[in-house]
């Protein structure tokens, strides 16, 4: 006889940890809703998408230009960059609707 076991966990983070998770958060916003705009626009124009190694590109330079993109970590921004091209290669498979603004 095959039995499951579960345990639950509770974490308490301290103060910093809150802070550090709430920049995460919010920088990997910020990252996919630029990187949202930009493709929108780019498709407009030339009726083509970006793709992940050109954003991820553009991301290094981004985060030269606003210094507080350092503060993460980068893991985080690149995979909200993983997300939004994984959403458009669906999208364009007829698989999803089409990506929209991430707010919280």
Known sequence: MLVNKAYKFRIYPTNEQKTLIAKTIGCSRFVFNHFLGQWNDTNKETGKGLTYNSCSAELTKLKK??????????IALQS????LADLYSRFFKKQNNAPHLYCE
């Open 65 to 74: 230009e606003l210094v507080w993109l350092k503060e993460v970590d980068s």
């Open 80 to 83: 909200s960059l993983k997300n």
